[in-house]
Nanobody
Framework: QVQLVESGGGLVQPGGSLRLSCIASGRISSVYDMGWYRQAPGKQRELVAT???????NYVDSVKGRFTISRDNAKKTMYLQMNSLKPEDTAVYYC???????????????WGQGTQVTVSS
């Protein structure tokens, strides 16, 4: 079965940096769009950044210029470089990927388990 495994979360001071990683594993034919979401306490899950198979990216306005999403298709890995972190970035961050397990099968969306990012002094 497909799994998305995240790492890189933790506690960081305002202005600091973290890099989140998301590795897709299992039976995978193709990975299409991928994205990072976050959910702060009491808030809806928010789309932070997306990246297509071809590398096109989009960001929510609040992170533009600070976060960079990237992917390594050979490694089936996605990253989120988070710079100039602010307390309002505190949330559980989730990896999501749209993929096919077989070339003829349907696309499904998968989610990672989430990793906590806390920005606090």
């Amino acid at each position: 079965q497909v799994q998305l495994v995240e790492s890189g979360g933790g506690l960081v001071q305002p202005g600091g940096s973290l890099r989140l990683s998301c590795i897709a594993s299992g039976r995978i034919s193709s990975v299409y769009d991928m994205g990072w979401y976050r959910q702060a306490p009491g808030k809806q899950r928010e789309l932070v950044a997306t990246i297509t198979m071809g590398g096109s990216t989009n960001y929510v306005d609040s992170v533009k210029g600070r976060f960079t999403i990237s992917r390594d298709n050979a490694k089936k890995t996605m990253y989120l470089q988070m710079n100039s972190l602010k307390p309002e970035d505190t949330a559980v961050y989730y990896c999501s990927a749209e993929l096919r397990s077989t070339a003829w099968g349907p696309k499904y969306n998968y989610w990672g388990q989430g990793t906590q990012v806390t920005v606090s002094s």
